[in-house]
């Protein structure tokens, strides 16, 4: 998945899109606006913090 977000996020900017992210949803890659990214913030997941700690180099 990615790999496929990175090429969607590539694509978005030659595209000449702006101020949005690339993001899945049902398995379907979106580009979601920032203001309504940050309208819908969940929150940290703590496990994938962790994660992300045990594997920083």
């Given at each position: 998945?990615a790999s ?31 203001r ?10 703590q ?11």
């Amino acid at each position: 998945n990615a790999s496929r977000l990175g090429n969607a996020a590539v694509e978005a900017l030659l595209d000449g899109q702006q101020s949005v992210m690339v993001g899945l949803q049902s398995d379907e890659i979106v580009l979601v606006p920032f203001r309504k990214a940050i309208k819908q913030h969940k929150g940290l997941n703590q496990h994938l913090v962790d994660i992300i700690d045990i594997l920083n180099v």
